[in-house]
């Protein structure tokens, strides 16, 4: 895998600068990576880089980028359906790449995108920043600590009642689907409670309130694993009445999420015993220093690309499912 120049930094470039700015900001922020490029179509987005950045060079297009760009990273900060095809280019081009999440739509295209990085020798990993979320910290914590024995059986739950907005997050098209947004980062998270082989998925996904948008009103995955646990997640648009965002049950407890804290129900000495744990802070600049750390000192990659195709395989088998009607076996582990 190539490796940082004798500078000691990787040169990184955004592409797509809406979303893209918090990516600039975590860059600038890391040692040993340097913010040297902006790539993207909007040329008010492409000024207010430079005023934010000065010293930058910005591009109109990957094609642009690619030809008078001087760079070995670029994070691809753009539409969901874009980020196969501009990631595979890169990493042809023999660029560490770095997806914001969803990784991509298809298990095909991400297998494509794990081909093209494995030719090339170079990084592929995804912002999964969520792992560095206060309340997800904490609930992976408060499950090595083995308080509520061996976990069977995880019910994850978001949304309200709404209408999704008429950006292309709201067009399946462009986004994928109502699971690709939010889901990812839920998927990603249920990966890590039950980090086991999966079985089957099943999909439960329904259109019935808001017709003028083509994403999904209510979506549901079951994801079963080798030991017999069960993941249910739910994402919605149409749901009066919440839940909690975890319910989670163990053999020796369980842990209920209440917002800002978790109800975690366990023994003590035999007894029955009941904790509130408040959430951890969140750190979401700390995905990049995980990138650094890789590429300039040689350590494991957090966040992996293999990692991110679990994640897709359960959005889009989901949906395979649903449109079918039966459950879809898993041969990816």
Known sequence: MPRAKSRGKIRC???G?????????YIKQTPGLELVAVCDIDAARRKLATQETPGIKTYASVAQLLGKGDFDLASVVTPHNTHAPIAIQLLKAKKHVVTDKPFCLTVKEADAMIAAAKASKVMLSV???RRWDGDFMTLLDLLKRGLIGEVFHVEAWGGGYGHPGKTWRADKKISGGALYDWGAHYVDWILHVI?????SITGFFHKRVWMDATNEDHVEAIVKFEGGEVANLQQSNIARAGKPKWHILGTKGA???QGGSFRVYTEAGGLPAELDVKYQKSRWEAYYPTVA??????KPLVVTAESARRVIEIIEFAG???EAGTTIPVQYP
């Open 255 to 257: 842990i209920v999420d």
């Open 320 to 322: 395979r499912s649903a």
């Open 293 to 298: 750390d890789h590429l300039l000192r040689g």
């Open 13 to 15: 470039a955004v592409i």
């Open 17 to 25: 600068y809406s979303m893209g700015r918090a990516h600039a900001n």
């Open 195 to 199: 980090p086991k082989k999966m079985v």
């Open 127 to 129: 912002f999964h920043n």
